[in-house]
């Protein structure tokens, strides 16, 4: 069991460039969640989603950011024209089913650091 | 809207002795979950103990516990027998029973001295 697997580990954009960050979910995972952890601060949720839909999608922002999760292959956090600002790891956390991110916590991926330059 | 609250930025502790982390938060809803996670410098963010808000009993995972008073709306991490191995951030999460979100505290820096 590979686990939450989210690469890049490291990406480095220029501003105004795209950043796409990916996440595949444990096996046998269909709800991923997007968070976002600017430096010296706690997670913050970004968006919620099953395969082909997005369920949350309310900390995101509201321009230049989109999320997908298609129905074969990863989901994807997608930034366009990036700025500063945006510079952040950024995490993705996966669960089976609605109630175990209860029971279980989600179980995070190792995040993706975006660092814009 | 809910709110989490961990007031120590950082703390230290002796290898093998004992240190307890803060975490407060803010909620009207009686129905939730309480999380403490664990990031070490890989960045991973390992789940460390959690408590259903209904249960009495304070949750235990070996070496850590908490102690949670749900009517001062209070959880702290108790660490006994600290080792090297426990050095971290260590983040208080809540979550509704019905909402798919974590709310994160802002952490805080464990360091264990030898």
């Known amino acids: 069991n590979a686990g939450v697997m989210q690469n890049p580990r490291h990406l480095v954009r220029r501003r105004g460039q795209e950043a796409r960050l990916r996440c595949s979910p444990m096996?046998?995972?269909?709800?991923v969640y997007w968070y976002r952890q600017l430096p010296e601060e706690g997670l913050k949720f970004m968006v919620y989603?099953?395969?082909?839909?997005?369920?949350?999608e309310s900390g995101m922002p509201k321009e230049r950011f989109s999320a997908e999760f298609p129905k074969e292959g990863p989901s994807i956090l997608r930034i366009q024209q990036v700025v500063r600002g945006d510079s952040a790891a950024y995490f993705c956390?996966?669960?089976?089913?609605?109630?175990?991110?209860?029971?279980?916590?989600?179980?995070f991926g190792s995040g993706t650091r975006l660092t814009v330059v | 809207a809910q709110t989490v609250t961990q007031s120590q930025p950082e703390m230290s502790v002796q290898e093998a002795e004992t240190v307890t982390l803060s975490c407060t938060y803010d909620t009207s809803e009686s129905d939730y979950y309480l999380f403490w996670y664990k990031q070490p410098p890989s960045r991973q963010m390992i789940l460390v103990i959690r408590?259903?808000?209904?249960?009495?009993q304070n949750a235990t995972e070996n070496r850590f516990s908490v102690n949670f008073q749900k009517a001062a709306k209070s959880f702290s991490l108790k660490i006994s027998d600290s080792q090297l191995g426990d050095a971290a951030m260590y983040f208080c999460a809540y979550r509704g029973y019905n909402t798919d979100k974590l709310i994160f505290g802002t952490g805080t820096r464990l360091q264990v001295f030898p």
């Open positions: 956390a996966s669960s089976r089913t609605w109630n175990d991110r209860g029971t279980y916590g989600y179980t």
């Open positions: 096996k046998g995972h269909s709800h």
């Open positions: 989603l099953q395969k082909e839909n997005i369920i949350d």
């Open positions: 408590q259903e808000a209904y249960k009495q």
